[in-house]
């Protein structure tokens, strides 16, 4: 996954969604999980079919690896899949991300202008996983 952007769907402008920095909003949990607000951002990214994990990647087929790592390692989750972007999209993929915590989506943000990547490791045992994910 490559080329992390900022994204901003028009929705944003809804009176639902309160900005709170650059890129981040508070809204309403949108699956009523939680009763408090959560924190929203969304993105736009590339899959790179030429790397582990990712081969048969596209808009409309977000691999697990990378895509899990990524959540995982942030503490989000996805709030928003935008189907309809990415159905018409050959390369981009569009993805809003939310959290209850807001130093979740900031850290998230930080991946914006970088790669998120799983590379196969060459020495593993049954315990472990057979790759490790490069943040660069």
């Known amino acids: 996954m490559k080329n992390f952007k900022n994204y901003t769907p028009e929705k944003y402008s809804e009176s639902k969604f309160q900005q709170v920095e650059e890129g981040i909003y508070c809204t309403k949990d949108p699956y009523g999980i939680s009763s408090k607000d959560i924190y929203v951002t969304s993105l736009s990214f590339e899959m790179e079919p030429e790397r582990y994990c990712e081969e048969d990647a596209s808009p409309r087929n977000i691999t697990q690896i990378p895509f899990e790592c990524l959540l995982d390692e942030f503490s989000v989750y996805v709030t928003d899949f935008y189907d309809s972007l990415n159905e ?13 915590d807001l130093a979740n989506i900031q850290k998230l943000r930080t991946i914006i202008g970088k790669s998120f990547y799983a590379v196969e490791k060459e020495d593993y045992d049954e315990d472990d996983e057979d790759f490790e994910i490069v943040f660069e």
């Open 88 to 100: 018409e999209s050959e390369t981009v993929c569009y993805q809003e991300f939310g959290a209850s």
